[in-house]
């Protein structure tokens, strides 16, 4: 059953299921109304505009050298963009798959969308500037292939929270070095600006991890994050210990992340 009209439950089922690109970069505010007694809602899929790409496999990272080509970066920038969508659209996913969740909670995820809404706008006029748009290149929805697995708010908050957006704060502070010694100044800066501004977001998921699993020791963490992954894929080369540590890590939590080895994926009959 779809959420009430003038919810906020219907303007994040509205985001996911958005095909265009205006309504779903730049949609409206959300209303401040909430459903009296919402029923869990798991969307399967979000709505894409037919003109944008759809693939099975991901585009390889360029490497270091390459970026000094434009198209190389508007790749990178590109792929950016839709995780920043794809984040936008999850928190929303979230907010109604988990409706017996703290309000204070689903309130934090509509905020945190509206964060991931404006660091997708961010990453669109860049993208413009490198004469290039989302319809460029093809996408590929792997966070909406993994999310959805979470039976629990807590391991949403594992997955996406202090895995993927925890990843982030590695990941933007090592490609806007690269896109820096690349020439491309204005690319470093967004990068850098949504790390920052993304830190909240990692404690914003640490906190609630913690409310709910009595503790954020690695371990737990590892835990809480649905098979097959492991943490060697939300690290990385090397992982950024300041803007971690702004967001709540311990030290030992960060040093049981980078010390860990094993493959990206774990044996599903081993958990």
Not at 224 to 237: D, S, Y
Request: glycine share 6%; proline share 8%; charged share 25%.
């Amino acid at each position: 059953m779809e959420p009430k009209p003038g919810t906020a439950e219907r303007w994040a089922f509205d985001l996911i299921h958005a095909e265009t690109l205006q309504s779903k970069l730049s949609p409206t505010a959300p209303p401040a109304d909430w459903e009296s007694s919402p029923r869990a809602l798991r969307v399967a899929r979000p709505g894409r505009p037919p003109e944008l790409l759809l693939a099975n496999r991901s585009a390889k990272t360029p490497k270091p050298g390459a970026l000094e080509r434009t198209e190389a970066r508007a790749l990178l920038i590109h792929a950016f963009l839709h995780h920043e969508i794809q984040a936008a659209e999850l928190m929303c996913w979230a907010l109604l798959a988990f409706p017996e969740t703290p309000r204070e909670f689903r309130s934090g995820l509509l905020a945190i969308t509206q964060d991931e809404l404006r660091h997708a706008r961010l990453y669109h006029e860049h993208l413009k500037t490198l004469g290039y748009d989302l319809v460029d290149f093809p996408v590929r929805d792997w966070f909406w292939e993994r999310i959805p697995t979470c039976e629990q708010p807590e391991q949403f908050c594992a997955l996406m929270g202090i895995g993927l957006e925890g990843a982030n704060l590695d990941h933007a502070t090592n490609f806007a070095a690269r896109f820096r010694q690349a020439g491309d100044e204005a690319g470093a800066l967004v990068q850098e600006r949504i790390a920052r501004e993304e830190v909240a977001h990692v404690r914003f998921a640490l906190h609630w991890f913690e409310t709910w699993t009595h503790g954020v020791d690695f371990d737990r963490w590892v835990q809480a994050l649905p098979a097959p992954l492991t943490p060697v894929l939300f690290r990385g080369k090397p992982i950024d210990r300041n803007l971690r540590g702004a967001a709540g890590m311990t030290a030992d939590f960060m040093d049981a992340l980078a010390a860990f080895r094993a493959p990206l994926i774990r044996d599903r009959a081993a958990t």
